[in-house]
């Protein structure tokens, strides 16, 4: 049995890239870029006017300068060819190229018309103002986006406003979900003594989809025959396996014997922590499998904890972990001393933090209703109220 810190270790040595591909960016949402992407030209691409207003002309501010003949108009998408003199002015608009020859744009609300021009009082006027310079964003060479970053809405805003069309991004792993045991109803009919409704499987789908990737379940009998087969099958066709039940030392536990058997070598099998002490992660190349427990909880902390990490990694992403945060408890907690870390689902409230009740392993109304995980450390066995608290944020 091994240490949440020597696992956590294990998962980051462990994992591997998958390969490249090009995608379009408008399919890029949720990926990780693969590479660099370098800005093929100034953002602004000229400089532009950031308001609605008058652009002016000037050699100095005296008094004569605060009177400006209106020469002309520029809207967004003209192209600018005009040339002011001092004294000039041009009515231009937000997003319109600013001629070369302007000092300072002013805003509308911020001038007096006459006749045939303007009249600026003089603590309005400060030279470069409300003028996007060219490239002041970023210059054309630089790069817009590093190798590891998520891509999200505003990523691809920012890129098609460079004139980026296509990305270089890792592939998304595709994942196989087995959900182990005899005890499953699937509808309401075969809801009988001894049976229960079947979450594990749905739940997970849910979970991957938060990554971007679309898989689906299966369901096996506590059949070692039968449980060979379904995780050769799957372990051929997917890159990661998420095999839940079955990996505790029961005489129907198959999923560990069955694995070895296939020739996945065990990286780890058994964390001291609660809930989630069986777990298992196993390698065979560059194919992963773990052996979630059968209890609902136990499969969701796992999965948080190390396979979301884990697919992250392959997938390329800087950062891979559940953000950390600190933040005070609110009400004092004695926590047992079995030298076990301890994952409890917790609320934020009033920025403090909250342990939720019903935190056993069979139990998910809590989870779902959390923020965040607590990590309750193994010599930690009491917290007292308004002391700092570590907890993973979970994906909103």
């Known amino acids: 049995m091994i240490s949440v810190k020597e696992a956590r270790k294990l998962i980051e040595q462990e994992s591997f890239h998958l390969d490249k591909e090009k995608v379009a960016l408008e399919d890029s949402q949720g990926r990780i870029l693969a590479d660099n992407v370098v800005c093929p030209i100034p953002h602004p691409y000229f400089d532009q006017s950031a308001v609605d207003g008058y652009g002016i002309c000037y050699n100095n501010l005296n008094i004569s300068d605060l009177s400006f003949l209106i020469k002309g108009e520029i809207k967004a998408g003209d192209s600018c060819d005009i040339s002011l003199i001092p004294g000039d002015a041009i009515r231009i608009f937000t997003g319109a190229q600013v001629p070369k020859t302007v000092n300072?744009?002013?805003m509308q609300e911020?001038?007096?018309?006459?006749?045939?021009g303007i009249f600026v009082s003089k603590d309005r006027i400060s030279t470069g103002s409300h003028i996007r310079k060219k490239g002041e964003q970023i210059q054309s060479g630089e790069t817009a986006l590093t190798k590891g970053t998520r891509v999200t809405a505003a990523g691809i805003g920012f890129l098609a406003s460079i004139g980026i069309y296509e990305v270089c991004v890792y592939k998304k792993p595709k994942i196989g979900i087995i959900v182990t045991g005899n005890e499953f109803a699937m509808m309401p009919a075969d809801l009988e003594l001894g049976k229960i409704y079947e979450s594990n499987g749905q739940m997970l789908v849910s979970a991957l989809m938060?990554?971007?990737i679309s898989t689906s379940y299966h369901t096996c009998k506590d059949s070692k025959a039968e449980m060979l087969e379904m995780i050769k099958q799957e372990s051929d066709n997917n890159d990661v396996l998420l095999v839940t039940g079955g990996v505790s030392v029961g005489d129907y536990d198959f999923t560990v014997p069955v694995l070895t058997e296939l020739g996945f070598q065990t990286i780890f099998h058994k964390i001291r922590q609660k809930p989630g002490k069986p777990m298992y992660f196993g390698k065979n190349g560059n194919k992963a499998a773990f052996g979630l427990?059968?209890?609902p909880r136990s499969v969701m902390i796992c999965f948080f904890e190390y396979v979301y990490p884990f697919i992250n990694l392959i997938m390329g992403c800087q950062r891979p972990w559940l953000e950390t945060i600190s933040a005070p408890l609110k009400h004092s907690h004695n926590k047992k001393d079995d030298g076990k870390v301890h994952?409890?689902?917790t609320g934020i409230s009033d920025n403090k933090i909250e342990l939720l009740d019903k935190q056993a392993s069979h139990m998910l109304q809590t989870l779902a209703l959390a923020q965040g995980i607590a990590i309750l450390e193994e010599d930690e066995l009491t917290k007292h109220q308004n002391e700092l608290i570590n907890i993973h944020k979970l994906p909103s």
Request: no cysteine; glycine share 10%; hydrophobic share 35%.
């Open 343 to 345: 994952f409890l689902a």
């Open 293 to 295: 427990p059968g209890n």
């Open 110 to 116: 911020h001038i007096t018309r006459k006749e045939d």
């Open 104 to 106: 300072s744009v002013i």
């Open 210 to 212: 938060k990554l971007g």
